[in-house]
C-alpha cells in the first residue's frame, strides 16, 4: 500500500515526465529547407521551352504556327513586334530566337543582335529560360547602353511571348556573365518589359 506522500510523488514523476516526452525532438517538427539550384547548373537537352507552346502558336486550321520576335526600331529608341508565320515543329521557342537572329526585313527596324550570334541550348526550369548564347553576342557588340538594352529586351520578350516562360536567364558559352557590353547587369533572371515596346 502506498502512502499518500508516495501517491502525490508517483503523479507528479509521471506528469513530469510525460511534459519532458511532450517537448523532446524539437528538428523533428522542423520543414526541410527548399534546395536551391546549383550556380551555373546546366542541363544538356531542350525541353518544354520549347515543345510546350507549340499548340498555343498553332494557327487554327493551317500546319504552322505565328511567333513573334523583338526587333529594334530604326532610331534606336524602342523595340516593336515582328509576327512570323511559320511551319509547325515541336520547338517553336529555338525556331522564334531563331528568327530573332536571323536579322528583319521589316521596314523602319534594325536587328540589335551580334552578326555570328548562335543559340547554343535552350531550356526551361520552373518557368525560367536558360538560354545559352556562343560568344560571338560578347565579341561582335558594338553598340553602346542603348544597344544592350535593346538586345537583351530583343531577348527577353521574344521568350516571355510564350505563357510558360516568366523570365529568362541569359548565359554565354554555358556560363552566367554579369553584362554583355559593360552597361546592363544580366546576372540574374530577367523579367518582360513592356516599357521598351513602341505603342
Known sequence: MMTGKVKVAAVVLLLLTALLGGCASPAATTPASPTAPAAGASQPAETAANGASAAENAVPGTNTMRLTVYQATANGMYLVPDAHVVPKNDHPARTALELLLAGT??????????????????????????????????????GGSAAEMLLVGAIVNTLTEFQEVHKVQILVE????????????????LSRSEKIIKK
Open 105 to 142: 526585313n521589316k521596314p523602319n527596324t534594325v536587328s540589335v543582335v551580334p552578326k555570328g550570334t548562335k543559340v547554343r541550348n535552350l531550356w526551361l526550369q520552373d518557368h525560367i529560360a536558360y538560354v545559352d548564347f556562343n560568344d560571338k553576342i560578347v565579341k561582335n557588340n558594338t
Open 174 to 189: 554555358g556560363k552566367n556573365i554579369d553584362t554583355i557590353s559593360g552597361h546592363m547587369d544580366i546576372s540574374e533572371p
